[in-house]
Nanobody, 123 residues
């Protein structure tokens, strides 16, 4: 399984971006998928996750601003990011791990990663 992210860029604070993650095959029944972000000098932070039943979870730092979704008819995962803040600046990664899962936000549990897409929010 491979995943490829896109949609990052430079945006002003308060703006929006939508990230996409395309999977090489239908992974939704066998894999839990999530978005992580990484800032140099810090560990990878779980941003949002979604399971087979479309149950969604979010990091407290993005609740109410970010929305994770997936296209049921295609192998695409999305992250809609609104009201962006400079603190959201990071490399964003799409990741997947086989079921069962223990923690949605532990990057060590995920064995499928994309190359990342950079999001930069200017103040």
């Amino acid at each position: 399984v491979q995943v490829v992210e896109s949609g990052g860029g430079l945006v002003q604070a308060g703006g929006s971006l939508r990230l996409s993650c395309v999977a090489s095959e239908d992974i939704w029944n066998d894999y839990y998928v999530a978005w992580f972000r990484h800032v140099p000098g810090k560990g990878r932070e779980g941003v949002a996750g979604i399971d087979t039943l479309f149950t969604k979870v979010y990091a407290d730092s993005v609740k109410g601003r970010f929305t994770i979704s997936r296209d049921a008819s295609a192998n695409i995962l999305y992250l809609q990011m609104n009201s962006l803040k400079p603190d959201d600046t990071a490399m964003y990664y799409c990741a997947a791990q086989r079921y069962p899962i223990w923690r949605w936000d532990d990057p060590a549990r995920f064995n499928v990663w994309g190359q990342g897409t950079q999001v930069t929010v200017s103040s």
